[in-house]
Structure formats: structure tokens, C-alpha cells
């Protein structure tokens, strides 16, 4: 495949012309020639503020990247995506994420179901069920009250609800606390199996396919430890002490979970956007129902913004196609997300996934190479660590990686000072990386602190910093779960539209098989079964480990 194929696009055409100027563009330059530039290059939308402008573009690049998503035919496609139409062709699946968080009138007829009836009873079954374990009315096998939530899932039966609980610890319920198990590696569940008792603990068995390995190996070794160590008979500690949430019902029955200890979710539902599903269980068992129903209006909010707000006005879509502008035209090949708050520490990884799995692929939904640079690699920290480790390359590296920067205008601390200190920080790494330091800065600094010329010849290199590097600012007024619920539908938004320019099917991950696959024959040699054919490496490294074991 050749990444620089032409596809026949006169937007794409056009963009690529321009973009031969514009990369000579200095940020600097844009803002001194337009005052407006903060007003023109800034909006709000469900609670979200997003500024563009230190952007590399300009009113041209925008009408060229808005021509692109309509040449796209953008607007149909998410209309079909919301009416249910089977846009996951690949599995044959409608995507209905949107609808678990749209009021019932408003979730669209499937032919074999009716969406917002099924949605708004797993809801209510949710809402009964968390009700009861956060008043102290569900009790564990001996008659104490549950005081800890293991959720076991992975992937997107895990990375949600972890991000989202702990996003919105201040809004938790102050007995119940949360943990999250999903590696197969037994130290993640031993941590937290050290820190609990079997008669106030709940497991939640979070799994779409109830089949994933890690997923099933954590559920059976929980409930295993559970028997040993609860004094409950099977059938009492596991009425009691755990609960599933899957598709499954008969693997959730064969495992020894009870129909009406197991909470539904559809096909149509994919892992990494479920969070709004009964995968959430965890986040209404934390945040009880009211707060769980306000991040879901959070989240519709965005949605109903992104359906009805046209597209120069859309604040998914301006994100999108700053991504595409930076990654297709100016050819940028990874994208950081700085978090300035705290509580969002899971977010990056959240968004890691939701991004790299959906559009991290390099064949057409037609199933032809695509012609162009799909999803650049993700990865972020919070500030303002970030700033104390790897910030040094996002300023004088060779590559030039956007970023988002994220904060919250407002804490949920009244420690005095820090929000400013966070805030201050958050907006002057924005303005250095896109302004940078010239040599007449530099040398009237060197020169004040008394060096002579040969002195300020030698550092002068190491001080500059060129600038005219990217980012957007993405404020909310608090981290609230409304504002929660409408940031992560921002981004889920903003990969949909990046899979329509790219040609992908964003909702399937055929790419993670290979690995399982490959997991499943190694492991069974790695506990005395018949070698198989492998590579020099693969097997020496197979035989190194059945050598070295205990
Ligand atoms: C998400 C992926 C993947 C999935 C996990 C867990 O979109 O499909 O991350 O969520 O593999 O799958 P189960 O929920 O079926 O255990």
C-alpha cells in the first residue's frame, strides 16, 4: 500500500495544495494578523469550551476541511449511525451507543427490538439493584452490608466504568468503595482480593461475550476465593456476592450467576463505547442513579449538538478535522492528551482505546487499503507531571506532536491557590508551544544575566524553542458527570467522524485476534503441552520460560 496515493477527493486535492503553503505557516504570524482570531476559532457546545486557534490553519483550511467531511457525505452517515442502521458491516451490527443515553422516545426501532422500551427496563433493573446496595438493604451471606465493589471486565468492560469512577470520586458514595481487576495476571487480582472480605465484598463479572479469557479466568479464581474463604455455601455466596453484566445469559447461567442477578446489554453495543450500558453498574453502584442519569445527559447533550449544529458550528466535527488537517495534511503522527485535573489520570488510556481500536487500521470499510494515514498514536498524562518528564520533546523535539489539553475551570477542593497554579500552567504550556522563543528573547536574557558573546553563542541553541506547535484547550466549567458524560461523547463523536473521512468501519477490532489466538497455543506449552511450530525466537523464548519456572 502506498500512504500517498491520491484518492480521487477534489477537497482532498485542494487541501493538499494548500497545505503546501501552510506549512510554512508560523502560529505567531496568524494571531498577529487577526486580533479576532480567540472568537473566530472558539465555541461552546453542552457545557464544553473548546478552543481551536492554535491551530496551523486558517479560515480557508476550515472551509477546505468542512468541503472534505461533506464530500464525505458526513452528515448522512451519522444520521444512519443514530437511526440504527447495520453501519458496523464487518459484524453486521447496528452501533446504538447513542441510544442508551437518549430519552426512550427518542432510541430508534430495530426490526427485531424495541430499543428504548429494552434500554429504559435494564435501567430501571439497575437502578433497583444499586438502590438496595448502597442503602445497606443488600447484605452479604452473614448479614453485613457490602462495602466493596470488584468490578472484573477488560477492555471496554473495564476502561469506562475505571475512568469514569474515579473522574468522579467526589461524587462517590462514601462507604462503597471501587475496585477495578481486569489483567490475567493473578497480581492484580490478589492486590485487591488482600484488601477485601468475602462477606461485604460484590463482584461484578463484566463481560460482553462472558468468554474472554482474562475476564473468566478473574471471575472463576473470585469466586473460588469466595468459597474458600466466605464460609458461604455456592449458591448463597454467589446469590449474594456476585452479579453479572453481559449478552451471555447462558454462559452467565452455566458460570453459576442467576437470570436476575444478571444485567443485559445488546450487540449493538460496542466494548469501548458500553459505558453507558449495564456496563456502567459499577459508576450507579458509586454515584447512585441521580448522577448516573446526569452523566447520560451529559452525554445526549453532545449528541443532540452534534446531529443538529451544522458543521463549521460543531464542536466534534472542528475537533475531527483538526486531527485530520494535522494528521493528513501536515502529516503528524501522534496526538498527546494533557489532562490538567487530577481525577481524569484514567483518561488518556480511556481515549487510547476509543481512538487506536475504532480507527487504528489500514483497510477501507469496502475492505481496499486506504489512501491515507489512519489514527495517530494516543497517549497522554496528567499535568502538570507531564510537564516534569516528557514535555521537553512536545518543545525542542524533532517531532511535532499535537495536543489536547484539558481542564476543568473549576476544582472540587477549596485548597486555596493550587486551581490557579494548575490552571496558569496548563495555559502557558498552550502559549509557549505554540509561540516559542526567538533568539532576540534569548539573547536579552542571556545578556541580562551577565554572560558575554561567546557565553550566549553557546547557549543560544539549546534555549530556543521554534513554537508553532498545536493544540487545542477543552474547558469545562466543573468535572461534573454531566460534563463528564458530554466529554467523552466529544471524543467519541470526534472518532466517528475521523473513521467517515477515512473510510473505516471504526466499530470493529479484527486486530486483536491474532494476538489471542496465538496466546491460546503458547500457553497450552507453557503448561507441558506438545511444542508447536513457531520461529526461532518464539519458541526459545517458550523454552527458556518451561526451564526457568519454579
Ligand atoms: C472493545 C473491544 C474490547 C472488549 C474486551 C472485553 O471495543 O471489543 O476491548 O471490550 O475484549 O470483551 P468482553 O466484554 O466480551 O469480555
Known amino acids: ?51 481551536y486557534s492554535k491551530n496551523r490553519l486558517d479560515a480557508h483550511t476550515l472551509q477546505l476541511l468542512f468541503a472534505l467531511a461533506r464530500e464525505k457525505n458526513l452528515a448522512a452517515r451519522r444520521d444512519a449511525m443514530f437511526a440504527g442502521a ?45 438502590d438496595q446496595v448502597r442503602s445497606g438493604q443488600w447484605r452479604g451471606y452473614d448479614g453485613r452490608i457490602i462495602t466493596d465493589v470488584v468490578n472484573i471486565g477488560i477492555g471496554g468492560s473495564d476502561l469506562g466504568p ?55 479466568m478473574n471471575a472463576r479464581s473470585a469466586r473460588a476465593w469466595l468459597l474458600a474463604h466466605g464460609g458461604a455455601d455456592a449458591e448463597a455466596g454467589l446469590a449474594k456476592h456476585f452479579v453479572a453484566v453481559s449478552t451471555n445469559l447462558a454462559a452467565v447461567t452455566e458460570f453459576g450467576i442467576a437470570p436476575e442477578n444478571m444485567f443485559p446489554f445488546w450487540d449493538w453495543v460496542g466494548g469501548r463505547y458500553s459505558l453507558w450500558s449495564a456496563i456502567g453498574l459499577p459508576l450507579m453502584l ?14 445526549h447533550a453532545m449528541d443532540r449538538h452534534f446531529c443538529e449544529a451544522e458543521l463549521e458550528q460543531n464542536l466534534p466535527v472542528i475537533l475531527a478535522m483538526c486531527g485530520v488537517w494535522n494528521r493528513n495534511y501536515l502529516g503528524f503522527g501522534a496526538h498527546s492528551i494533557a489532562c490538567y485535573h487530577q481525577d481524569l ?53 524533532t517531532d511535532i506532536i499535537p495536543l489536547d489539553f484539558i481542564a476543568a475551570l473549576n476544582a472540587s477542593h477549596d485548597l486555596p491557590g493550587h486551581q490557579d497554579a494548575l490552571l496558569a500552567n496548563c495555559f502557558a504550556q498552550a502559549e509557549a508551544l505554540m509561540r516559542g522563543k526567538q533568539e532576540d528573547e534569548v539573547r536579552a536574557e542571556l545578556r541580562q544575566a551577565g554572560m558575554n558573546e561567546t557565553q550566549q553563542a553557546q547557549l543560544l541553541p539549546h534555549k530556543l524553542f521554534a513554537g508553532n506547535r498545536p493544540s487545542n484547550m477543552i474547558l469545562l466549567e466543573m468535572l461534573t458527570p454531566h460534563a463528564l458524560g458530554a466529554l467523552i461523547a466529544l471524543y467519541e463523536h470526534k472518532t466517528f467522524v475521523q473513521g467517515v473521512i477515512w473510510d473505516l468501519n471504526s466499530f470493529d477490532q479484527w486486530g486483536v485476534e491474532l494476538g489471542k489466538a496465538l496466546a491460546a497455543t503458547i500457553q497450552r506449552e507453557l503448561a507441558g503441552g506438545a511444542a508447536a511450530a513457531h520461529d526461532s525466537s518464539t519458541a526459545g523464548l517458550i523454552a527458556r520460560a518451561r526451564q526457568a519456572r519454579f
Open 1 to 51: 500500500m502506498n500512504i500517498a496515493d491520491i484518492p480521487a477527493s477534489p477537497a482532498h486535492h485542494a487541501l493538499q495544495a494548500h497545505a503546501q503553503s501552510a506549512r510554512n505557516w508560523h502560529m505567531r504570524d496568524l494571531f498577529a494578523a487577526d486580533p479576532d482570531r480567540f472568537s473566530r476559532m472558539s465555541l461552546e457546545a453542552a457545557g464544553i469550551f473548546l478552543d
Open 86 to 130: 447495520p453501519i458496523n458491516n464487518t459484524e453486521g451490527r447496528a452501533v446504538l451507543h447513542t441510544a442508551l443515553r437518549a430519552p426512550r422516545e427518542l432510541a430508534p426501532q430495530l426490526a427485531q427490538q424495541d430499543v428504548g422500551a429494552d434500554v429504559h427496563s435494564v435501567l430501571t433493573r439497575m437502578r433497583r439493584f444499586s
Open 162 to 216: 475505571k475512568m469514569a469512577a474515579h473522574a468522579l470520586r467526589s461524587y462517590s458514595h462514601p462507604r462503597l468503595k471501587m475496585h477495578f481487576v481486569s489483567n490475567v495476571d493473578g497480581h492484580d487480582l490478589d492486590a485487591v482480593l488482600q484488601q477485601i472480605e468475602p462477606a461485604t465484598s460484590l463482584f461484578i463479572v463484566a463481560s460482553k461475550t462472558f468468554t474472554t479469557i482474562e475476564t473468566m
Open 286 to 299: 458509586a454515584l447512585g442513579h441521580g448522577y448516573f442519569g446526569d452523566l447520560l445527559a451529559g452525554a
Open 345 to 397: 489520570a484514567h483518561f488518556p488510556a480511556y481515549l487510547q482505546q476509543l481512538e487506536m481500536e475504532s480507527n487504528g487500521k489500514s483497510v477501507r470499510s469496502n475492505g481496499q487499503p486506504v489512501q491515507q494515514a489512519t489514527c495517530p498514536l494516543i497517549w497522554g498524562e496528567r499535568g502538570t507531571n507531564g510537564q516534569h518528564a516528557y514535555f521537553q520533546l512536545l518543545h525542542q523535539g
